[in-house]
């Protein structure tokens, strides 16, 4: 143990010696004298100073003190000191700027800090469908994944994993339509069964439908417009509703619409020439009511593949 303790001892002797020697080559700068027009290495100022009077043949350099909102981070002989940064946009200060050291900016939270534009770029929602393998930092961009078998995930975010499908037979209930990527497993009772239409367990998927298919908010505005209304008024104020507000009128929609409503939902989209969004959710509904059909002995079975 001593014997390790002597060489570390040595090789740190050996660098700092190192770091003496270089400086003292570098720390230096050469000066024509105004006077005698002689030629003079002068010393240079340190970090968190400038040179406020310059060497001659009688003086040598006088260095002060950098003042407050300026800096110096390298040995330096230049008459002025630096002016503190300012961060960017999306930008706060990490660290404050001190006399030898300029400020240290990152992105605030919900960006991070792209190369390739030079500046903090908003993280990526993982879109539904996907969970997140890794959350964002000021440094680096969130990264999705596709839900995995048995999981979902209903919503834009850049912070939720994907969820794991409900059990509907440890729950004693029934399967009506089985979970995807993008949405939970719908499940019902037996003694509910008779109560309900299938358009009332559609509901559940809808919110989640509207932002699986991404659709553009020209085509979002149209379709909220053609939604049958549930108070006996026209809706208004479509045309002012940012992206998020018209997925919040449609989820507003959902919950108070009836059966015969919710039934009508894939003929908008197909009117409106959302032909897959329409098919796929028109798909979803008679898998339901199949399931409703057949199970607890309330019918005959039904060929899935006729509904294709």
């Not at 503190?84 to 200060?93: E, I, L, M, R």
């Not at 300029?102 to 929602?125: A, S």
């Amino acid at each position: 143990m001593l014997f390790v303790c002597l060489i570390s001892l040595l090789l740190l002797s050996e660098l700092a010696a190192q770091v003496e020697a270089v400086p003292a080559r570098s720390l230096t700068y050469n000066e024509i004298d105004s006077t005698s027009g002689s030629s003079l290495v002068c010393d240079q100022c340190p970090p968190g100073t400038y040179l406020r009077s310059r060497c001659t043949s009688m003086q040598k350099s006088q260095c002060a003190p950098c003042p407050q909102g300026s800096f110096t981070e390298l040995w330096n002989h230049i008459t002025k000191c630096l002016r503190c940064g300012v961060c960017g946009q999306n930008q706060v200060v990490k660290t404050a700027c001190t006399a030898d050291r300029d400020c240290q900016c990152e992105c605030i939270q919900g960006y991070y800090w792209e190369e390739k534009y030079d500046m903090c770029v908003r993280h990526t929602h993982c879109q539904s469908g996907q969970g997140v393998l890794t959350e964002g930092t000021p440094y680096k961009n969130t990264v999705c994944q596709v839900c995995s078998d048995g999981t979902f995930s209903n919503a834009a975010t850049g912070n939720q994993n994907c969820t794991a499908h409900t059990s509907c037979d440890a729950a004693g209930l029934k399967l009506l339509l089985k979970g995807s990527t993008w949405h939970n497993s719908v499940c019902a009772s037996c003694e509910h069964l008779r109560s309900r239409d299938g358009a009332d367990y559609l509901k559940e998927i809808i919110p989640a439908f509207f932002q699986h298919q991404r659709f553009n908010i020209r085509m979002l505005r149209r379709i909220v417009r053609k939604l049958p209304s549930t108070d006996g008024k026209r809706h208004e104020g479509i045309s002012g509703l940012s992206l998020s507000a018209l997925h919040v009128n449609i989820n507003t929609w959902v919950a108070s619409a009836t059966a015969k409503q919710i039934r009508q939902v894939p003929h908008v989209l197909t009117n409106l020439g959302a032909d897959i969004g329409g098919n796929r959710l028109h798909s979803k509904l008679q898998r339901i009511d199949s399931n409703l059909n057949t199970l607890c002995g309330m019918g005959n079975e039904v060929d899935m593949g006729e509904l294709h």
